[in-house]
T-cell receptor, first 115, second 109 residues
């Protein structure tokens, strides 16, 4: 079974520029998560989707971040405009469901550097 | 507030045993995960505990005490490839995963 796919793997942009990240979850996984992770920290949830519905976006900075999951499969996370503090690794994860025992499968992440 | 505590860093010797502790205070409890994360890579699932006691899976075991808000991950017969960060995460009452900052484990020959 193919894993979670993310692109790009690395991105360097100047502040105030827009940036987008793409994620393709494991086939059949209805739940999709976007996290950001800073060095030496655990992942921080940005948004969680159940199929195409965003069911938890309370931690998403909506003034500059947006996300979509059209047709309940692939998802895109966008930042516009990017700030220096947005430099981090952006992880996408998926799971079969949202029950407490469902493990999450993570993609390799996108390392964003904002200069 | 919700809080997960783990040691920042631990060092152990190849072939030895190491125990990584995790204490938590969360709004509700619906299970606890341990994930392994090698530097520059994604976290990968190790274990899930929801009932008290010890669960063994090969060289890795995970223990949970819900009354104490405490878990540990036990790694036996350490290998160099076990050098990684180990993340503890608790499922709260909203089924949201609350992550600890992780414990960086350094294995020395």
């Amino acid at each position: 079974e193919a894993g979670v796919v993310q692109s790009p793997r690395y991105k360097i942009i100047e502040k105030k520029q827009p940036v987008a990240f793409w994620c393709n979850p494991i086939s059949g996984h209805n739940t999709l998560y976007w996290y950001l992770q800073n060095l030496g920290q655990g992942p921080e949830l940005l948004i969680r989707y159940e199929n195409e519905e965003a069911v938890d976006d309370s931690q998403l900075p909506k003034d500059r971040f947006s996300a979509e999951r059209l047709k309940g499969v692939d998802s895109t996370l966008k930042i516009q405009p990017a700030e220096l503090g947005d430099s981090a690794v952006y992880l996408c994860a998926s799971s079969r469901g949202t029950g407490p025992s469902y493990e999450q499968y993570f993609g390799p992440g996108t390392r964003l550097t904002v200069t | 507030g919700q809080n997960i505590d783990q040691p920042t860093e631990m060092t152990a010797t190849e072939g030895a045993i190491v125990q990584i502790n995790c204490t938590y205070q969360t709004s509700g409890f619906n299970g606890l995960f341990w994930y392994q994360q090698h530097a520059g890579e994604a976290p990968t699932f190790l274990s899930y505990n929801v009932l008290d006691g010890l669960e063994e899976k090969g060289r890795f075991s995970s223990f949970l005490s819900r009354s104490k808000g405490y878990s540990y991950l036990l790694l036996k017969e350490l290998q160099m490839k076990d050098s990684a960060s180990y993340l503890c995460a608790v499922v709260d009452s909203n089924y949201q995963l609350i992550w600890g900052a992780g414990t960086k484990l350094i294995i020395k020959p």
